[in-house]
């Protein structure tokens, strides 16, 4: 073999090795997808059907349901946080805009396993400020500057069988509480923390956020519209109350390939 | 030998002139295209986007405004052969019932429209009251009280404020004119082809051009100065009336006005929303926004209109049925008619209404009063031009 040859041969060799290292560990990150479902005890939600039934016994139905979810957060196995971070970090969900219902964030994350996935309800106070969204329809969340302004976390609109059969509207509208002279403020965003055991994937990854109304209704409090009244917003007690058992309202589920 | 040499060289003239044909009409055309690109050349108009106002705005890719856009179509705007006819009772332009003073509605006390009630050339009643022309280019939820005219609605001819335009000139509640009149006769009139030139890039008139021209200059009526937005600016203090209204616009267990129409997070003053407010139990309308949706639970639901100068804009609601703002207040405060269709953001339907009482209505009154843009009212560029491009004077305006 002459001494080109053995060069050239050698050269291969070190192009070949390059190669097959560079394959092994070339990963590209992934996209998520989020997707947001609503439904009543497992049942996909019907707005506007006066069919439900609370565990406290009110009967109501679901006309309108408008959220923001933020700080999503997915934590690896082995600890690590990733947090999404892209269009400011905020995530509207209104079931009557399709296009709300699905979100592709730009963050990109590693492909490897997955433990749990966390989000805020609502907006954090640094951020929850009037301004924040000056174009609809995250603009009509804006909660009044005189009870703490920023925006609303949640509105859920509909209407439930009052004592005597009576219909009434409810509101159950989430955000800034005060106390009733309007002196002290309460942020009651809160954080959902929910399980996941995943290995993500090269190419598709969806994760979905589902909300189970009924759950907002249940536990750790009892709630009954007769009690609480239809409307909550200036209701520290209730949004507190309400807050508790939303963080009890979620569950997430995973595929990918 | 000589008749192939003939025969040759008239083929040869003959290939000649189809060639030196070609030539010409090409030099035609190609002049054609330079005369009319030659000095086309319209600037940019810029919206400026005030403090909280939405940064998104609904302008239509294929009509950008610029600067001589907008001058056409305030042309347009007021003058009275928009209608295609030149009759001096024929003539009706967006001006005669669009009248800057009362916000670009025609107000309770027009010496024509009595009570507001509008008609069009030919004494036909328009279907419903009036809605004011006030910030439309951040409307993206639908035109008109049902939000017929939408983006994406099927009806290429229905999408945007340049429809309006079309539909007004043929319809019988207003125009009653034919479009290819219309066109025939701004074209005949001195002056129009070169703002058309100017705003276009051509001098032949359009329906097209004519209804873009309109749009444009009705995206450019933008109402930023009330008294509320010096407030929300810093640059002057409500009284403690006002401030009490709206501590009660703004809350829950008050008057719960922001829900549907808005406040510090939304200057528009309305979502461009629809809601059935409980003014009746029996819907039978046919252009409420059920005829849009098809959706059962919007029968008797209408567009939140903004309450930006809306002292000046009665009689109130779609069918004009109260005639002050006290009426709808006191409407608000005891008189919803609960019905299956009213919005849940109604809460106090069931009892008849929000439950003010007489010192709270008038400082409700007091804050939405306000909401009075004198800016918006009296700024020139917002009302008919001294003259029209040949002359004639303006119909309608102030």
Known sequence: ?????????????????????????????????FVFKTNVDGAQLQKGTMKYTNKAGNIYQV?????????VQLITSDGQVFTIESDSAIHYVDIDIPATLEWTPTDLLPVTSYSSISFVFG???????????????????????????????????????????????????????????????????F?????????????????????????WFETPNLWDWNETGGQIMQNQDAMLKACKNGANAFEVSFSGK | MSCMVLGNFRWFISR??????????????????????????????????????PTRMNIPSNNPMTVEGVELGRNLFYDGRLSGKTHPDSLMSCGTCHLQSSSFECGINHPKFIG????????????????????L?????????????????????QRNIEDIVGMAVTAPHE??????????????????????????GSHTVTMKNISKAVAQFSRTLISSDSKFDKYMRGEQQLSTNELNGYVLFMTEEGADCFHCHGGSGNPLFTTNLFYNNGKDSVFNDSRDRFSVTGDPSDHGAYKASTLRNIELTGPYMHDGRFKTLEEVIDFYSQGIIWSANVHPLMHHAYDGGIQLTPNEKADLVSFIKTLRDETFLTTPAFGPPVKLPDGAKPIGGK
């Open chain 1, 63 to 71: 006309d309108e349901l408008q959220y923001f979810i933020s700080e």
């Open chain 2, 175 to 200: 125009f009653a004119g034919d479009t290819n009149k219309t066109k025939a006769l701004i074209q005949s009139i001195n002056g129009y082809p070169e703002l058309f030139y100017k705003a276009f």
């Open chain 2, 116 to 135: 507001g009630r509008t008609f069009g050339i030919t004494g036909i009643n328009t279907p419903h009251f009036m809605l004011p022309m006030i910030n």
């Open chain 2, 137 to 157: 280019v951040w409307n993206e939820s639908g035109y008109l009280w049902s939000g017929s005219i939408y983006e994406e609605n099927p009806n290429p001819a």
């Open chain 1, 191 to 215: 954080k959902v923390t929910l399980p996941l055991n995943i290995q993500t994937n090269p190419t598709r990854n969806e994760f979905t956020i589902t909300m189970n109304i009924e759950k």
């Open chain 1, 123 to 189: 907006i954090n106070e640094a951020k929850n400020k009037i301004g924040l969204f000056v174009n609809p329809p995250e603009r009509d969340m804006f909660w009044p500057d005189m009870m703490g302004g920023g925006y609303h976390y949640m509105k859920m609109n509909g209407k439930w069988k009052a004592t005597g059969d009576t219909i009434k509207p409810f509101n159950l509208h989430l955000g800034i509480g005060m106390n009733d002279e309007g002196t002290v403020f309460y942020q009651n965003y």
């Open chain 1, 1 to 33: 073999m002459t001494p080109q040859r053995y060069q050239f041969t050698f050269s291969l060799i070190v192009l070949m090795l390059l190669l097959v290292s560079c394959n092994d560990e070339k990963v590209e990150p992934i996209t998520p997808l």
């Open chain 2, 16 to 53: 000649m002139m189809f060639i030196l044909g070609i030539i010409i009409f090409a030099f035609l055309f190609s002049d054609c295209k330079h005369e009319d690109a030659a000095d086309y050349n319209p600037t940019p108009y810029q919206i400026v986007v005030p403090k909280y106002f």
